[in-house]
T-cell receptor, first 108, second 113 residues
Framework: KNEVEQSPQNLTAQEGEFITINCSYS?????LHWLQQHPGGGIVSLFM???GKKKHGRLIATINIQEKHSSLHITASHPRDSAVYIC??????????FGTGTSLTVIP | EAGVVQSPRYKIIEKKQPVAFWCNPI?????LYWYLQNLGQGPELLIR????????DSQLPKDRFSAERLKGVDSTLKIQPAELGDSAVYLC???????????FGEGSRLTVL
């Protein structure tokens, strides 16, 4: 049983498309993290949120605590957005539960 | 400010050989994590430190893996002897308990032949 489930596992989009990646979790959390990993690269933190919505540039993250669900949206997608996006749930004890990631490919 | 630093970036060894990975977390971060990541998978926790104390090592295969964080700053993860199935990326991450934001190093990619 996975504490964090992501969908879809793989996603291919045309440049300019609006993209949504979904994350559901079953544990109690203090925060929900969205992470990005480019091929062969390290993992970088995109968002950490515990309620509502956050926006950085073309990226938007939302969370619904009652439904235990979060989404990552990318507006006007670009080939450089091609990466693996990982959802991670953090509890108050500093434990992290990771999804298996969504592999995004944006085609020019 | 420097991020989480790991070395080596790449290591190729033959099975049954020992290997060690080093991690220097962000200055002031009291929580340090070692994760294992296989291709196409999310990170899997090996061990978590709060300062110098290992507070979660339940997933660390203690027959061959060991870790230390003697002064509560940098940390070493060792595998002895390595097996073919240990080929993976070993990630170190750190966080400040008060903020909770997680920072990863670039990872150490291990190939066991």
């Amino acid at each position: 049983k996975n504490e964090v489930e992501q969908s879809p596992q793989n996603l291919t989009a045309q440049e300019g498309e609006f993209i949504t990646i979904n994350c559901s979790y079953s544990v109690g959390i203090s925060a929900l993290h969205w992470l990005q990993q480019h091929p062969g690269g390290g993992i970088v933190s995109l968002f950490m949120l515990s309620s509502g919505k956050k926006k950085h540039g073309r990226l938007i993250a939302t969370i619904n605590i009652q439904e235990k669900h979060s989404s990552l949206h990318i507006t006007a997608s670009h080939p450089r957005d091609s990466a693996v996006y990982i959802c991670a749930a953090a509890n108050t004890g500093n434990q992290f539960y990771f999804g298996t990631g969504t592999s995004l490919t944006v085609i020019p | 400010e420097a991020g989480v630093v790991q070395s080596p970036r790449y290591k190729i060894i033959e099975k049954k050989q020992p290997v060690a990975f080093w991690c220097n977390p962000i200055s002031g971060h009291n929580t340090l994590y070692w994760y294992l990541q296989n291709l196409g998978q999310g990170p899997e926790l090996l061990i978590r430190y709060e300062n110098e104390e290992a507070v979660d090592d339940s997933q660390l295969p203690k027959d061959r893996f060991s870790a230390e964080r003697l002064k509560g700053v940098d940390s070493t993860l060792k595998i002895q002897p390595a097996e073919l199935g240990d080929s993976a990326v070993y990630l170190c991450a750190s966080s400040l308990r008060e903020t909770g934001e997680l920072f990863f190093g670039e990872g150490s990619r291990l190939t066991v032949l």
